[in-house]
């Protein structure tokens, strides 16, 4: 009996750090297409990166939302390892078509990345 106890605190613990990591995954992404968005528009409006940036805004907010730190009465998304899969690899192909990978943006998705390794191993 006290072994389930074990295994439901540490998989609410591996749970709680996934969300955690995907927060500020999220968080971090958004600053960082924030900051591409700006590069686009000082030197010469770049209109492909620019609409990149915008979409990696969008989705870094669909990620927020999935984690609940951005709360919606009309559009919940649930926080599944497949969904997140998903967003973050929308996530990279904006930053690769922005300014590139290595970035802080990239951070951001690595974040989601750690997220996502850990809620598949709980589920394993």
């Given at each position: 009996m006290t072994s389930r106890t074990r295994t439901y605190s540490s998989?609410?613990?591996t749970w709680?750090?996934?969300r955690t990591l995907t927060a500020i995954g999220g968080l971090v992404s958004i600053?960082?297409?924030a900051l591409s968005l700006?590069?686009?528009?000082?030197?010469?409006?770049?209109l492909s990166s620019m609409l990149y940036s915008l979409l990696g805004i969008v989705i870094s907010?669909?990620?927020?939302?999935?984690?609940?730190i951005i709360r919606s009465w009309k559009l919940e998304i649930p926080?599944?390892?497949w969904m997140?899969?998903?967003?973050?690899?929308?996530?990279?192909?904006?930053?690769?078509?922005?300014?590139g990978i290595v970035d802080i943006?990239?951070?951001?998705i690595l974040l989601e990345i750690i997220a996502i390794i850990l809620l598949l191993l709980s589920v394993l």
């Open positions: 998989s609410t613990s709680s750090l996934a600053v960082g297409f700006v590069q686009a528009l000082i030197p010469s409006v770049n907010f669909c990620v927020l939302l999935q984690v609940q926080f599944n390892w997140l899969l998903i967003l973050a690899i929308l996530q990279a192909f904006c930053a690769n078509a922005t300014s943006t990239g951070l951001g």
